[in-house]
Structures are given as structure tokens and as C-alpha cells.
């Protein structure tokens, strides 16, 4: 199975300022058809996850443009721009290219 | 509004089965992949099963092939997870989603499965 290894299990941040989240795989991440499914989930406290990204760097429809993220073949990042008290959550990456499908083991970002 | 229930959740003795149910509404059930997936401390976030739009094609993580078993009613808009063999490394809650490889949308409040004896 492929694994996603997320640097950091705990990011303290500041309001305001920016976030990195780095999700490294252990196989690349660049299918067939020419895509790369990395994608991000938010999970708040007390809440289900929600999609953020998808392929490296789709916003999801809603998702605020503070949140982006970038990378290619086993190299992927998560960056909030500045953060807000609103972005408290674990973050999570998921690759969709191999089967089964894998999470990394998630960062909680504490304000 | 997208909206997925998931129930059937409960605590189940080591070696016993539950049959978990997830009901969906705001789309088209029949249009899209299924998926079912599980969190727990341990083990954090894991996709268990995917099962395709008409039901022809599943997938399984293999620590549960053999002993879980997706399926859906189109008709009826529903997911199922049929799970035998319980063992204690499948405690966790257990969410149904439409594939997050390809969407987004809601997970649902999920339910919880505790195996204990």
C-alpha cells in the first residue's frame, strides 16, 4: 500500500500568519491517465472531514483562496495563506492514484 | 442538499457481524462510486470499501476482503456495509461518502462500531 507521511503531527500557528503542511508519499502519485490524485481533507472538531483540494490543487466550491496547495510525483504541500481561529483542524492527505486508496496520518494545526 | 445517514452502529462481540446502512438524498445515488470509510485512534483515517455506480465493481483494503461486503440499492438510494469476523482493529466510526477520490460533499455524522467483549 502506498504511504502518505504527513512531517508534522501538531503545527502551532499564529492568527494571521501563514501555515505549510507537507504530505510525502512513498510511491508516485502520477497516474496513468496524467493526473495525480493528492487530495486534502479539513476535519474540525467534532466534525466529519471535509474535501478541501483535490488533484494537488483544486479548491473545492466553498473552500476559502487562503487555502491552496501544490506538488507533484511524491512531494505535496498544503498552504494557508494566513491563517484564521476558523482553520483550527486536523488536516489530512489522501492519495486516490493506487489501490487502496490512503490517508496520511494527519496534522493538527493549533492556534 | 447533499445529505448521508449512516446508522447501524453498535457494540458488537469479538467474531460477531452488524450490517451497517447509509441512507442518501439531494442527488443522484445511481450517478456516482460509494465509498465506505472508518476512523478510529488507532488506526486513524482508512478507506474500507468502494463500490461502483450500478454495483458491478467493489473494492476492498485488505485487512476486511473476505469478511465485509459492500452493496447498494439504487432504487432505494442506499449503501450497505455487510461486516462478519469482527475483530477489535475494526472499531472506529464508520462513514459513507460518495468516492472522495472524485468528490467532495458531505461524509455524514457516521456511526459508531465498537468491538468488545
Known amino acids: 500500500d502506498v504511504v502518505l507521511t504527513q512531517s508534522s503531527l501538531s503545527l502551532p500557528v499564529t492568527v494571521g500568519q501563514p501555515a505549510s503542511i507537507s504530505c510525502r508519499s512513498n510511491q508516485s502519485l502520477l497516474s496513468s491517465d496524467g493526473n495525480t490524485y493528492l487530495n486534502w481533507f479539513q476535519q474540525r472538531p467534532g466534525q466529519s472531514p471535509r474535501r478541501l483540494i483535490y488533484?494537488?490543487?483544486n479548491r473545492d466550491s466553498g473552500v476559502p483562496d487562503r487555502f491552496s496547495g501544490s506538488g507533484s510525483g511524491t512531494d505535496f504541500t498544503l498552504k494557508i495563506s494566513r491563517v484564521e481561529a476558523d482553520d483550527v483542524a486536523i488536516y489530512y492527505c489522501?492519495?486516490?492514484?493506487?489501490?487502496?486508496?490512503?490517508f496520511g496520518q494527519g496534522t493538527k494545526v493549533e492556534v | 442538499e447533499v445529505q448521508m445517514v449512516a446508522s447501524g452502529g453498535t457494540l458488537v462481540q469479538p467474531g460477531g457481524s452488524l450490517r451497517l446502512s447509509c441512507t442518501t438524498s439531494g442527488f443522484i445515488f445511481s450517478d456516482y462510486w460509494m465509498s465506505w470509510l472508518r476512523q478510529s485512534p488507532g488506526r486513524g483515517l482508512e478507506w474500507v470499501a468502494n463500490i461502483k455506480n450500478d454495483g458491478s465493481d467493489k473494492y476492498y483494503v485488505a485487512s476486511v476482503k473476505g469478511r465485509f461486503t459492500i452493496f447498494r440499492d439504487n432504487a432505494e438510494k442506499s449503501l450497505y456495509l455487510q461486516m462478519n469476523s469482527l475483530t477489535a482493529d475494526d472499531t472506529g466510526v464508520y462513514f459513507c461518502?460518495?468516492?472522495?477520490?472524485?468528490?467532495?460533499?458531505?461524509w455524514g455524522q457516521g456511526t459508531l462500531v465498537t468491538v468488545s467483549s
Open positions: 488533484k494537488v490543487s
Open positions: 461518502a460518495r468516492d472522495p477520490k472524485y468528490n467532495s460533499g458531505p
Open positions: 489522501m492519495q486516490g492514484t493506487h489501490w487502496p486508496r490512503t
